[in-house]
């Protein structure tokens, strides 16, 4: 799952091996003072983690990986 928005990771909400379903809230990014949901698009477990918190991201970078 890629970044849609530039931002700032500002709380990580799930860890690498949860289980999640379509829908759930992975994290939130910070953009331009709005906080942003970032959901899971499918069910599965998350493989990777590609970010931390505090950390900046660019539209475009990965965030998480699910299988």
Do not use: C, W
């Not at 949860?18 to 953009?31: C, L, T």
């Amino acid at each position: 799952v890629y970044a849609q928005i530039p931002g700032t990771i500002i709380k990580l909400l799930r860890e690498e091996g949860d289980s999640v379903k379509m829908g759930d809230v992975i994290m939130i990014i910070e953009a331009m003072k709005m906080e942003n949901e970032i959901v899971s698009p499918m069910d599965g477990v998350i493989k990777k983690i590609h970010v931390t918190t505090s950390q900046k991201v660019n539209k475009g970078d990965i965030l998480f990986e699910i299988e």
